[in-house]
């Protein structure tokens, strides 16, 4: 059974950090691209970052880049998302998802707050 979960949300200030973790589970993260996705209560899901299946081609929504940086660790079955100089806008819930054999999969999510 494939299973994604999020951890390492909270709160930060505008212009701090935060790591999210995506535990992956039920497939190998070597064999498939993953993606960060963010979504505000009631609005559609917005994509972040995603990293391509061989690890070398991370690519960004144009407002976070040289802001986040996604990465992953195949032996830990783990994707990671780094948050820097994190804007108050970007209170979202982050959630982890892939795609595998034409079914789309979503972990619940860690929420993200951004606040003075």
């Known amino acids: 059974e494939v299973q994604l979960v999020e951890s390492g949300g909270g709160l930060a200030q505008p212009g701090g950090s935060l790591r999210l973790t995506c535990a992956a589970s039920g497939f190998s993260i070597a064999s498939q691209g993953m993606m960060w996705i963010r979504q505000v209560p009631g609005k559609e899901f917005d994509w972040v970052a995603t990293i391509d299946r061989d690890g070398i081609y991370p690519i960004y929504r144009t407002s976070v880049k040289g802001r986040f940086t996604i990465s992953r660790e195949v032996a830990k079955y783990t994707v990671d998302l780094q948050l820097d100089d994190l804007k108050i806008e970007e209170t979202d819930r982050y959630h982890c998802?892939?795609?595998?054999?034409?079914?789309?999969?979503r972990g619940q999510g860690t929420r993200v707050t951004v606040s003075s």
């Open positions: 998802a892939t795609h595998i054999t034409s079914v789309n999969y």
